[in-house]
């Protein structure tokens, strides 16, 4: 059995006060969380450590993650923060290669594997993002596009890279446009993302958490996540609204 898994992807929103606020609605809607789900929230670096200072007062088992990392540990990055700095702020999950990222920053697959192998390296969770854009998927190069991106963390360290992260199948067109693939157009990629995972090493495959991203509210959370290779969602936008976040946990 995989652990079901949903994380919270705030993106560049949030201050001091609603930051603070949202988590603390996040906990008390979530004081019943089970042992076998885990929840995360990725708050902008500068919130990090008031919403771990929050999370760890409250003991709650919500855990803290990271929007995405520097593959070098130091050095003259200005801007960057590292791998370990995170950790340091009590982050265990790191997202990379987020579209946002690759499309807006032109991050490459072999930057994004780079960043993967440091959190991995490091004890951290990462996600690695993954997903077609809308002309792609019409073009039929969804699973070229989705399985390349796959192949370049591969490529970097090897299939055993994969045991205990997990991958984001996030398609572009579904991404904050409120259109949501249907659960079998995203169970159809899961599937064939760990088909491919399978022919390196069946039990990575097996047990490699794969979580659906885009356009996840509380309506339709439940028939995505019933999917068989759906292991849970990555959640943008109904991430910060409190009432539906905890709701999409519940499903
Ligand atoms: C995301 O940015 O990872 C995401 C899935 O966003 P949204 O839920 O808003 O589509």
Known sequence: ??????????KMHGS?????????EIIEGLTDLSGDSQIAVCPSFVHLDLVYQILKSSGSKIELGAQDARAE?????????????????????VLVGHSERRL????????????????????????????????????????????????AVIDKFGISAFEGAIIAYEPIWAIGTGVTATPEQAQEVHELIRAYLAMENALTADSVRIIYGGSVNSRNAASLFNQRDIDGGLVGGASLKAEEFISICKS
Do not use: H
């Open 73 to 93: 540990d130091k050095g003259a990055f200005t801007g960057d923060v590292s791998v370990s700095m995170l950790k340091d702020f009590g982050a265990s999950f």
């Open 1 to 10: 059995m995989r652990q079901r898994t949903v994380i919270g992807n705030w």
């Open 104 to 151: 807006g920053l032109g991050e490459s697959d072999e930057l994004v594997a780079s960043k993967f192998g440091a959190i991995q390296d490091i004890g951290l969770t990462p996600v690695l993002c993954v997903g077609e854009s809308e002309s792609q998927r019409e073009t039929g190069k969804t699973e070229k596009t989705v399985l390349s991106q796959v192949r």
């Open 16 to 24: 001091v006060l609603t930051a603070g606020s949202l988590v603390s």
